[in-house]
C-alpha cells in the first residue's frame, strides 16, 4: 500500500478509536442476560455441535464451544477493574476515541434506586479517559437491562419505557457534564430481530409480532431519550449506533434480486434511522458483512470467511458510507467494524481495506468525523461466548487476563500516527 498517497484525506480531528460493551467486557454483570447465560450455558454446550459445526473453523472452536463455561460472561475481561490498564493501552496504540458501555443494570440494581457507587464509578472513568486526551464515547444501550425491567415485560410494554426515560434522566444530570458524544441505543435491528422475530436470545419470545411492538417501542424510547439529553445539554451530540450491512442484488439485472435488495436495504438499514431522522446529530455506522441476495436468499461468496463464518468483504463499507451520507446528509461515525480472527490473520488486511474504503468515502464529500474498531480487548461475544475473537488486543482468560496487543494492532497504531503526521 502506498503509505504516502492519500495520507491528507482524513480530516484534522478524525477520531480513531476503538469500541466495548459493558457486558461483554466488565465482568460482575447483573443483568438479564447473566440470568440467561447461567440458565442455558449447558444446553448451548451441549448443542454446539449441532449449531456450529458448518463453520469452517470449527475444529479450532470445538473444545471450547462444547464446554458450558464458554456461555457464562462471568468475570468478564475484568474491564471494570482494569479500565485504566485498558486505557493505558488505547493511548499505546495512538487512538484518541473510545466507545464503552453505561450499565442501566448498574445504576439503578433496584427500581427507583441509583447506586451512588456505580455514578461515582463511571464519572472517574469518564474522567480518566480525559485525563489522557482519549474522547469518551457513552453508549446508553447495549440489549442489556436490569431484570427488574425485563421482569415487566422490558420494551415490548409500550408504558415501560418510561423507565428508560428515568434511567436516561438521570445519566443527564450525573455523567454528560464531561460528554460531548452520545449514543442512546445499540442495533435496534439485531436486538429485535434475534431476541423476538427469530426468538434466540433472551427473552426468546419468537413472534414477529412482538418484535414489531419493540421495534416501534425503541423509535419512542429512542425519541424521548435524545430529547431529555438534548434538554439538559444543547451541546452533547446524539446519536444512535446502527448495525447496517452492504446489501446488493447477487444480478444485478435480476428484477427479483433488485427488489430484494431494495426492501431488506430498507427494512434492515434504513427503517429505523428515518424514523428518528431529526433525533439524530449524527449517524452510528456498525458495519461487519455485505449481503448478497439472489432470489429472495442470501447468497454470499464463499470466501473470505472470519471465525465467525461470516463473509468478509470490509471494502463494503464504502459504498454503504456514500449511501447514508445521500440519505442523512448528517456527520458519520463508523462506532463498530472489525472483525472475528483468533489468529491475526485477515485483521491487518481488514483495517488496511477499510482505511482505503474511509478515505475514498471522505473524498466523495461524505462527512466521516471517526472510526471506532470493534473491539478494543477479546469479550463476551453473547450467544457465541468467548471463542470468537475480535479484539484489537487478545486477553488470556485462563492466565491472569494477561492483556497482549496483537501485531494487526500494532500496524494499525503505526498507520494512524503516519495519518495524523502528515
Ligand atoms: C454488536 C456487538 C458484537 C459485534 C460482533 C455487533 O453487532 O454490537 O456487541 O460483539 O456485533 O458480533
Request: glycine share 6%; charged share 25%.
Amino acid at each position: 500500500m502506498n503509505e504516502n498517497n492519500n495520507d491528507k484525506i482524513f480530516p484534522k480531528h478524525f477520531f480513531w478509536g476503538a469500541s466495548t460493551a459493558g457486558h461483554q467486557v466488565d465482568g460482575g454483570s447483573v443483568d438479564q442476560w447473566t440470568v440467561w447465560e447461567l440458565a442455558h450455558a449447558k444446553e448451548l454446550a451441549q448443542t454446539a455441535h449441532q449449531r456450529l459445526s458448518s463453520i469452517p473453523t470449527w475444529r479450532d472452536f470445538k473444545n471450547k464451544a462444547e464446554n458450558p463455561d464458554n456461555y457464562v460472561s462471568g468475570r468478564g475481561v475484568e474491564h471494570r477493574k482494569r479500565y485504566r490498564e485498558d486505557f493505558d493501552i488505547i493511548k499505546e496504540l495512538n487512538l484518541n476515541a473510545f466507545r464503552f458501555g453505561i450499565e442501566w443494570s448498574r445504576i439503578e440494581p433496584e427500581e427507583g434506586k441509583w447506586s451512588d457507587e456505580a455514578i461515582q464509578y463511571y464519572r472517574e472513568y469518564i474522567a480518566e479517559l480525559r485525563r489522557r486526551n482519549i474522547e469518551p464515547m457513552a453508549n446508553l444501550w447495549h440489549w442489556t437491562m436490569p431484570t427488574w425491567f425485563t421482569d415487566k415485560g422490558g420494551f415490548a410494554k409500550r408504558s415501560n419505557i418510561e423507565y428508560f426515560e428515568r434511567f436516561v434522566q438521570k445519566v443527564a444530570e450525573e455523567l454528560t457534564e464531561d460528554l460531548t458524544y452520545a449514543i442512546t441505543l445499540n442495533e435496534p435491528n439485531v436486538y429485535t430481530t434475534l431476541s423476538y422475530a427469530i426468538g434466540e436470545w433472551p427473552p426468546q419470545d419468537k413472534s414477529v409480532v412482538r418484535s414489531l411492538q419493540v421495534y416501534f417501542n425503541l423509535v419512542s424510547a429512542h425519541k424521548r431519550a435524545y430529547k431529555i439529553l438534548k434538554d439538559h445539554k444543547p451541546t452533547l451530540q446524539i446519536g444512535l449506533a446502527a448495525q447496517l450491512a452492504n446489501i446488493q442484488a447477487k444480478r444485478p439485472h435480476n428484477l427479483i434480486d433488485t427488489i430484494t435488495t431494495k426492501w431488506m436495504r430498507y427494512y434492515w438499514n434504513w427503517w429505523f434511522l428515518n424514523r428518528c431522522r431529526n433525533q439524530q446529530d449524527f449517524v452510528g455506522i456498525n458495519y461487519y458483512f455485505s449481503d448478497y441476495y439472489r432470489g429472495f436468499r442470501r447468497s454470499n461468496p464463499k470466501v473470505p470467511l472470519s471465525d465467525l463464518g461470516w463473509y468478509m468483504e470490509p471494502e463494503g463499507l464504502y459504498p454503504l458510507l456514500l449511501r447514508t451520507w445521500s440519505h442523512y446528509k448528517k456527520p458519520i461515525f463508523v462506532t463498530e467494524n472489525g472483525v472475528a480472527d483468533s489468529r491475526d490473520e485477515y485483521r491487518r488486511w481488514w483495517l488496511e481495506e477499510t482505511i482505503v474504503a474511509m478515505e475514498k468515502a471522505i473524498s466523495e464529500g461524505v462527512d466521516l468525523r471517526g472510526y471506532l474498531h470493534w473491539s478494543l480487548l477479546d469479550n463476551f461475544e453473547w450467544k457465541y461466548g468467548w471463542w470468537p475473537e475480535f479484539g484489537l488486543v487478545a486477553v488470556d482468560r485462563s492466565h491472569g487476563m494477561k492483556r497482549k496487543i496483537r501485531p494487526s494492532a500494532k500496524w494499525f497504531a503505526q498507520r494512524v500516527r503516519h495519518i495524523n503526521r502528515v
